[in-house]
């Protein structure tokens, strides 16, 4: 039976603030009445109907006036339990107030109705049985004050009617607030239990949102970060502070934002973002369809979708590509051979003319093999610490006298001494494309290629970089595709290979936007390996 009450009427275990609140305003008002009725004492002919004890009746003002003080401290500092507290200051007004009344003159005076305000401030505690014991307790006082009251003046039964309609307000009084803070104690439990769940929500949203594999930001109407994910920031490779704007996040990200709350279209393909170079698709969501409010921005990683993408694209062509190397291989060397004796037995130009094209063609074709099935040895390496300072001289002065170029064509800086954890031959490899890339498209002026080697960390940057025409955004996105070339002589698998051995240790290789010219990038990790 308990248990079936408490699960219909569950009492909160926490008391409203409002309900704190009002107890202290019902201290303040004992403070004020005893001081009031102190004074009104002192005009007792004017005041009330009859007073035969002011001595009597300003002690007891006095007294009442000292325990409102006393009440003071304990209320402000809640030591004790607020129905205690209402119980307690319950038992002082009725007897003070009922002592007064008596000293007064009884009913007549009308300081019984004082009791209403101490019966609705009873009402607030949670029990009803407590409720109507004070309230009949305040009438049994009022009762008892009205029967002394006609055993000393001999007076009539009328003093019993308004003693009675007294005692009926003061039960009324109580009742009323009591059902009025059950209903404050039901609306308080449920919004403290809304509020929960809110919170519950909240911290869900957070995790959720922090979880996510995309980055996400959320920015007011003003391009303000509210929120954002651990993503954003890995991404974007800053750090959001309160009011941070997408200006600092990224100037790109501040003029999509800027053209898209215009209401403009936005370009199709990523952008590039952070020292990395990070290609992301930036999605904006709006909050409403006149995107005057906000946004909520989504960034995905496109250089690893696109690199995932090819992973699983080329992973049977590789396999078939490499079969098809070996097989081509034995063919080609006598091809090779045969088109060196048709040149050497040649009777005429066209002759010569004729073996030198078989000749040229089977070279690219053997160019083309050795470079698919350097693919199959990408995981037969050597890592070892190589200080770049020495191996880039060193390669530099390679590249030029084999491409016969002018030394002061390529400009080297290596800042500090790095040291890279790198197969030697790979190293070579790679570096071979990217100048020999970077020597195809420069101007041939002096400077026009620039390397530059700088340690980040645990990580060495590499960069070549070169003074001829960018690569439009719309096509790199194709860079490391293999067989994708804009040269007639190419193969297409010299920037494919290149990154492809650089995975293989430990390093990354992409394309960094600059203004005057093109720069790739080769991150490598710094020794010890």
């Known amino acids: 039976m308990n248990t079936a009450f408490a699960a219909t009427e569950p009492i909160p275990a926490a008391v409203p603030e409002a309900f704190w609140r009002s107890l202290g305003h019902l201290n303040s008002f004992r403070v004020f009445l005893a001081v009031a009725l102190g004074v009104a004492g002192l005009f007792a002919s004017q005041s009330f109907h009859r007073f035969d004890y002011p001595r009597l009746f300003q002690a007891t003002c006095a007294i009442y006036l000292l325990i409102a003080l006393l009440f003071r401290r304990p209320l402000l500092a809640r030591r004790e339990g607020f129905e205690r507290q ?57 009762l008892v004050e009205q029967i002394a009251q006609t055993a000393v003046s001999d007076g009539n039964a009328g003093g019993f009617v308004r003693a009675g309609f007294l005692s009926i307000g003061l039960f009324a009084s109580a009742l009323l607030s009591h059902a009025l803070a059950k209903g404050a104690l039901v609306a308080s439990s449920e919004a403290a239990e809304k509020g929960r769940q809110a919170e519950s929500l909240e911290r869900i949203n957070e995790r959720v949102i922090q979880e996510l594999p995309y980055a996400v930001m959320a920015v007011n109407d003003q391009g303000e970060v509210l929120q954002h994910n651990a993503r954003a920031s890995l991404l974007l490779d800053v750090r959001f502070y309160p009011g941070c704007g997408l200006g600092t996040c990224s100037p790109r990200l501040a003029e999509m934002w800027s053209s898209w709350h215009a209401g403009e279209t936005l370009p199709a393909h990523p952008i590039q973002v952070g020292a990395e170079g990070r290609r992301l698709r930036v999605r904006f969501i709006e909050l409403e369809p006149t ?189 490391f595709e293999p067989f994708y070339t804009t040269d007639k002589a190419g193969t297409g698998l010299g920037l494919y290979i290149a990154r492809e051995l650089a995975e293989a240790n430990g390093a990354s290789l992409h394309y960094v936007d600059i203004p005057d010219g093109a720069l790739f990038r080769l991150t490598c990790q710094a020794a010890p390996c």
């Open 86 to 142: 209402v119980d307690r200051q319950a038992l002082v007004d009725i007897v003070c107030i009922t002592l007064l009344m008596h000293l007064s003159g009884g009913n007549t005076s009308g300081i019984g109705l004082l009791l209403t305000v101490t019966l609705a401030a009873a009402g607030m505690v949670a029990e009803t049985r407590m409720v109507l014991f004070w309230s009949a307790a305040a009438t049994l006082a009022v």
């Open 291 to 479: 995107r005057r409010e906000g946004a909520v921005l989504v960034l995905e990683d496109m250089t690893e979708l696109e690199a995932q993408a090819q992973r699983m694209k080329l992973a049977s062509l590789g396999l078939l590509t490499a079969n098809l190397a070996h097989e081509i291989r034995n063919p080609l060397s006598a091809i090779r051979h045969a088109a060196g004796m048709l040149r050497e037995e040649a009777a005429d130009a066209t002759s010569a003319k004729l073996a030198a094209i078989i000749e040229s063609n089977a070279e690219r074709l053997n160019s083309l093999v050795e470079d698919v099935l350097s693919l199959n040895r990408r995981d037969r390496l050597t890592r070892e610490a190589l200080p770049l300072a020495s191996c880039l001289s060193a390669f530099v002065e390679s590249f030029v006298q084999r491409e016969g170029a002018a030394p002061e064509r390529v400009l080297l800086q290596v800042v500090g001494d790095p040291v890279v954890c790198f197969d030697v031959i790979h190293l070579e490899q790679v570096f071979w494309n990217l100048l020999r890339n970077a020597w195809r498209f420069c101007l041939k002026q002096p400077g026009s290629i620039r390397i530059r080697a700088v340690s980040a960390g645990s990580r060495v940057n590499l960069d070549v970089a070169n003074d001829g025409p960018g690569i439009p955004a719309a096509l790199q996105s194709r860079l």
